[in-house]
């Protein structure tokens, strides 16, 4: 509940202080300098969930890992790749052993059940998880102490 709680948060925040697109897709470095994509596009109530990661770097898309029938992902991410299921909804890609090797500017793609989001991301941008996670948990503080802020301005 919380993470959904802080992605709202992370979501709508912004729109107070600056407009923004909300995006349903985070790439990440691990500690251990796998890449991570978060998807957090959820699956339509009783329907068989299908998934797709990919990135394009130019005009030509690669698929990471995939479910869906009659497509597969490139033979050099077959062993290389994870999903997972995150448990408020989405779906999580972990990518091993290619982040040195990553294009300058790659765009991100997922996939859930015809529903999709992109997002590119240049590699010397590229954020540690560890603080995408810290964003997420305290979001909601930070939401807070916003609210009181804006309560006292408009108050005193």
Known sequence: ILHSVSYTLLCFLP???????????????????????????KARPNKIA???FSWSSGT???VINTNVSGSSPEARFRDKSTVEELEDGGYRMTLTGFTDTLPHNTTYMCKVTGASDDI???????????????????????????????FYQTHH
């Open 120 to 150: 590119t991301v240049e590699k010397d941008k590229l954020i540690a998880c560890s603080a995408v996670t810290f964003l997420i948990k305290s979001s909601f503080s930070w939401f807070i102490s916003l609210l009181v802020f804006f």
């Open 15 to 41: 729109v107070l202080l600056i407009p923004a697109t909300c995006k349903l897709i985070t790439v990440c470095i691990e500690d251990d300098n796998d890449l991570r994509v978060d998807c957090l596009i």
């Open 50 to 52: 299908s998934y797709e």
């Open 60 to 62: 030509v898309e690669s």
